[in-house]
């Protein structure tokens, strides 16, 4: 796990070039830099060494002076990467297909299709009453400590954050991807809940809603200052999603283009609960709760009613009502936990009042 700031490499040509190619494969030259020691000036060495990755390079004999100088740029143009990263993903730059950040300008766009993940944590004012600024604050900080690394490990790009809410990205293949990470995210929760137990403080509970469609990827602002914006109906669509896991109290909805997607839905714990409508549009799209880590007695008492519950929610659309009820009541028999077949009967009696 040892990452040097730094590599100096001084060997022959050949091994130059074999070992720059097996740094680069885990570390990009601003990141890791590599600055090569050499004895050959020749300039198609030098061309060669340039692109298996190195950033500099000196030839033999080399004053003390200048090594010192050149490892210094090289520090420095990598400590300013790294601060940047700390504002800005570099996972960016092939989604807008750049090599790096100078080449960026403002107006860049894409047109791609991806999947969108929004993570929020649920009831966050109500939670955030008794803090101070600070302490919501560093609350926010101690949970998004634990959520970022996993986008990360689904080669997603995070690209906001709106409050208690985190939105990222996932390329075109990326449906199972989002999913992945949307589970993982749900694994660290509960890890993070023991932590908070041990500590003193309540469990938290969050809703991830994920959903797949054609997007505008684009640079906004000024030539000082740009950011990274996402031009589509469905940054509007998967928020009206996380509003309706908050609602039914689930943790993980995804919708039907997520579900088209994903490589093998059979992998998957899932079931078809609403259909919400679209804007502009006289159809609606099936909703789906994926519920892979549930507690292990509510996994399998969803899986149990999974056909009763799909037949009482297909009623329940056509206006069959009463049929619905009866079996959303045998539900609630097997599995008296059921948030979401609770919401249907309550919606039941509001309708019969």
């Not at 030259?29 to 004895?39: D, F, K, S, W």
């Not at 050149?70 to 990263?85: T, W």
Request: charge should be negative; glycine fraction near 2%.
């Amino acid at each position: 796990n040892y990452k040097p700031d730094l590599i100096l490499l001084d060997m022959s040509p050949t091994k130059l070039l074999e070992n720059c190619c097996k740094i680069r494969q885990h570390f990009i030259a601003n990141e890791l830099p590599i600055i090569t020691l050499t004895n050959d000036n020749q300039t198609t060495i030098l061309s060669e060494v340039f692109e298996a990755g190195a950033n500099d390079y000196l030839i033999k004999p080399i004053s003390r002076y200048e090594l010192v100088t050149r490892i210094e740029v090289q520090l420095n143009l990598s400590k300013q990467f790294k601060s940047l990263n700390r504002f800005v993903s570099p996972q960016i730059l092939p989604l807008l297909q750049k090599k790096d950040f100078n080449e960026v300008v403002l107006g860049d766009q894409v047109c791609a299709e991806m999947s969108i993940l929004c993570n929020r944590i649920r009831d966050f004012n109500v939670l955030s009453q008794d803090m101070t600024a600070q302490s919501s604050l560093k609350f926010i900080n101690s949970y998004l400590k634990r959520m970022v690394p996993v986008v990360n490990r689904h080669n997603g790009v995070l690209n906001r954050y709106i409050g208690n809410t985190l939105m990222a990205l996932f390329d075109d293949d990326g449906a199972d991807a989002a999913l992945q990470a949307g589970l993982n995210m749900l694994q660290e929760l509960k890890r993070y809940n023991k932590h908070r137990a041990r500590v003193g403080y309540t469990p938290i509970q969050i809703s991830i809603a994920i959903d797949s469609d054609s997007l505008i990827l684009g640079v906004v602002g000024r030539q000082q200052q740009m950011d990274l914006t996402v031009v589509s109906e469905v940054v509007n669509f998967t928020f009206q999603i996380i509003d309706l896991a908050d609602n039914y109290e689930v943790s993980l909805l995804i919708t039907q283009n997520t579900y088209d997607k994903l490589l093998d839905v059979d992998k998957y714990c899932l079931r078809m609960i609403d259909g919400i409508s679209v804007q502009k549009s006289s159809e609606s799209i099936n909703i789906y709760e994926v519920f892979d880590t549930d507690e292990p007695e509510d996994k399998e008492a969803k899986l149990a009613t999974k056909e009763i519950f799909t037949n009482a929610v297909f009623l329940y659309e056509q206006n069959e009502y009463t049929q619905a009820k009866k079996l959303f009541d045998e539900c609630l028999q097997q599995n008296p936990s059921d948030t979401v077949v609770k919401t249907y009967i309550e919606r039941w009696m509001a309708i019969q009042c």
